[in-house]
């Protein structure tokens, strides 16, 4: 079983960079996707087939029974940020919120909180098959709950009522100032389990129940202690390893180790990844928006003895891996390949390997969850599992602040489209991050007019940056907002917008007084999202020489099934001069220009945009000038950062004009003041 995709295969195999995977039967199968797989579906939700006018033709409600009539409904506003209920971990008791925040006996008391998941393995809801299993199951015992009937029954399988209790009394051995945390928030002891408004309130009310908790447990069901301690100390020891070696950088050069060096930690870091992605937390939806707000959650197996591993550690550990077998795939195939100790089995082995990692750790959401961007979350969320699909934006909007949809208050019965629901999330999350909330690139083609929101296809680029894209303070140079029209929602902005090719140019001279001869660098960097398909008739209108010798458009980070980030340098120019070149040849007579966003400093600590360290980069979308129906728009390509240079001797006549267009100072000619929907 290839946890690569039928098109990914094809693709792969086109480019010579894949070899057959090993049959189902063999011995380094990822044993991970065959008991704890994914979910699997298009990202983006591009449908080549989709009218814009049937919008309408899906609508989804949610209906709430009262739940208990009889009981007095505790609003938001009144509580706070405290939970409706906290359990009492000794006497397993479930005190509800009063006035002056009392639970039972205890005024404001610390409470810790267990991230799990069990959704899956709920008798109530798994096949007829298990029926014999469903009678013999008895739920946990917790008192002072007027759904006790309602508590789940979960399937030993997943785990026993004496682990769920043995995880619950755990959680007071556990603390840091050595004095036990008598309360623990625990969904089925602190959620009414029976469908109603105040179990909808406190749904909504994840983020600010998990940011109050004195320390929060990440509760792996199918490691047991001793092993689950093994696992972490190898990716500990691979993350390690990497660095001895001198790890890659997507700027530089890789260090002339062996394959077989390479393959030492290679080897060890897939099978222990592997292991470890075998419990289903991993592929819970709800699950991620917990993980996001606590990084510093301790990771306990089944017997829930502290680890001393945190999830801000596996989640470093993960993205380290993951940059790695990137960067090793982007500059070290011809290298390794060319060693006279590389067999052809070493070099699918290892072709085989890098492609596991990457996509392991992408599926299971640690590098977004790494990047602590809050925009890559959304992407995660779709290969998560749940039962509906909306939940994926339900399941992360906290972690924004957001209530959208039903969640808002008093939309609890609200007719609600999945579009508007995507759309709902794209408006705010413009509104609140203007700059960031386009620095990601979709991985498949969205529909036309979509672009201007964040989808399941988006993905957050590895730029050369010494700061992570979600820790930057962004200075803001263009007004982003949305407007309706033909029925769409649009993006709409407003600001200084530039000739690309210009801005080309510009950035071919300034790399080239940088590197003093032939650029071998570049003061800018392209991140293209993907918006062409090599089945797609986008281009066959063009003559068969402009394009590859299969008579396709050849591969590059804009054709589905070949995304990718490009470095600084060489290949960066060829890409602005592929972009230029290949839109015009394509649109003739449609304008492709950069739209100034805003301007940040790359810092260690970024504290202020005024800050003189770090150099200042500018932001920029791609626009390509378009139609829809009658609806002029210009269509998002990617997005671009640059820096201006700095000159050594004086500035000649065309430095002077360079530096000015690098700037964005010269407003009268080149740069100039535009306004549009964009999608």
């Not at 990844?273 to 993980?291: G, K």
Request: charged letters at 20%; proline letters at 6%.
């Amino acid at each position: 079983m290839s946890i690569i995709s039928s098109l990914d295969l094809e693709l792969l195999r086109e480019m010579n960079e894949y070899s057959e995977p090993l049959s189902d039967d063999a011995p380094d199968i990822l044993q991970s996707y065959i008991d704890n797989p994914p979910h699997q579906g298009p990202l983006s939700g591009f449908d080549y087939n989709h009218s814009v006018d049937d919008d309408i033709s899906k609508i989804a409600t949610v209906s709430l029974s009262d739940g208990d009539n009889n009981h007095e409904y505790i609003t938001p506003q009144e509580i706070g940020n405290w939970p409706q209920r906290l359990l009492h971990v000794p006497s397993m008791t479930s005190y509800e919120w009063a006035p002056g925040n009392i639970y039972g006996n205890h005024i404001a008391p610390d409470y810790n909180a267990i991230s799990y998941t069990w959704g899956r393995y709920d008798l109530l809801y798994m096949a007829n098959a298990e029926q014999k299993v469903l009678r013999k199951t008895e739920p946990i015992k917790i008192a002072g709950i007027p759904w006790a009937d309602d508590v789940p029954r979960i399937h030993p399988r997943h785990f026993s009522v004496d682990d769920f209790r043995n995880v619950i009394l755990q959680t007071l051995k556990v603390s840091s100032s050595g004095q036990k945390t008598e309360f623990v928030w625990l969904d089925v002891a602190c959620i009414d389990q029976r469908n109603g408004p105040q179990k909808m309130a406190e749904i909504g009310r994840q983020a600010k129940i998990f940011g109050g908790a004195k320390a929060v447990f990440v509760w792996l069901t199918r490691h047991r202690a001793e092993r689950l301690e093994e696992v972490l100390a190898v990716l500990k020891e691979c993350t390690d390893e990497i660095g001895k070696l001198g790890s890659p950088t997507i700027q530089h050069s890789l260090p002339m180790y062996t394959t077989g060096q390479e393959m030492a930690w290679l080897g060890k870091a897939r099978n222990a990844l592997d292991e470890l992605f075998m419990d289903p937390w991993f592929t819970s939806l709800w699950t991620l928006q917990e993980a996001f707000l606590c990084p510093q959650a301790y990771l306990l197996p089944l017997e829930a003895f502290a680890s001393g591993y945190t999830l801000a550690h596996l989640c470093e550990w993960c993205e380290s891996l993951q940059k790695a077998c990137n960067r090793i795939e982007l500059t070290g195939q011809n290298h390794w390949e060319r060693l006279e100790t590389s067999s052809s089995e070493e070099i699918r082995i290892r072709r085989k390997y890098l492609v596991e990692v990457d996509t392991m750790v992408l599926h299971r959401s640690l590098g977004a969850l790494a990047s602590r961007n809050p925009i890559a979350l959304y992407g995660a969320a779709c290969y998560r599992k749940t039962r509906n699909d909306m939940d994926r934006v339900y399941a992360i909007e906290q972690v924004f602040g957001f209530h959208l949809g039903t969640s808002a208050p008093g939309a609890a019965n609200r007719l609600i489209h999945p579009l508007t629901l995507q759309n709902e999330l794209g408006t705010k999350v413009l509104e609140m991050y203007p700059v960031l909330s386009q620095l990601h690139v979709f991985t498949e083609p969205v529909e036309l007019g979509r672009g201007w929101r964040i989808s399941g296809s988006s993905r957050i680029p590895d730029l050369c940056l010494k700061t992570k894209l979600a820790s930057i303070l962004y200075t803001r140079t263009c007004r982003l907002s949305t407007e309706t029209a033909g029925g769409m929602q649009w993006g709409y902005f407003d600001g200084m917008i530039c000739p690309c090719e210009q801005l080309r140019k510009a950035w071919l001279l300034a790399s080239s007084s940088v590197a003093q001869a032939r650029p071998t660098t570049s003061v800018q960097q392209i991140a293209l999202d993907v918006f062409l398909s090599r089945r797609k008739p986008e281009y066959q209108h063009l003559p068969s020489e402009k394009l590859g010798p299969d008579g396709l458009e050849p591969k590059n980070p804009a054709v589905w099934g070949f995304s990718r980030d490009i470095p600084p340098g060489r290949e960066q120019h060829e890409l602005a001069a592929w972009l230029t070149l290949r839109m015009g040849e394509m649109f003739p007579g449609m304008q492709l220009v950069v739209l100034h966003l805003g301007n940040f400093k790359d810092q260690e600590e970024a504290a202020s945009p005024d800050v003189s360290n770090g150099p200042l980069y500018r932001v920029g979308l791609l626009l390509l000038e378009s139609n829809l129906k009658g609806t002029p728009y210009w269509r998002r390509l990617g997005f671009c950062i640059w820096t201006a240079p700095e000159w050594e001797d004086e500035l000649d006549a065309a430095q002077t004009k360079v530096t000015r267009i690098l700037l964005v100072q010269d407003r009268q000619t080149l740069w100039q003041r535009g306004s549009g929907r964009f999608g």
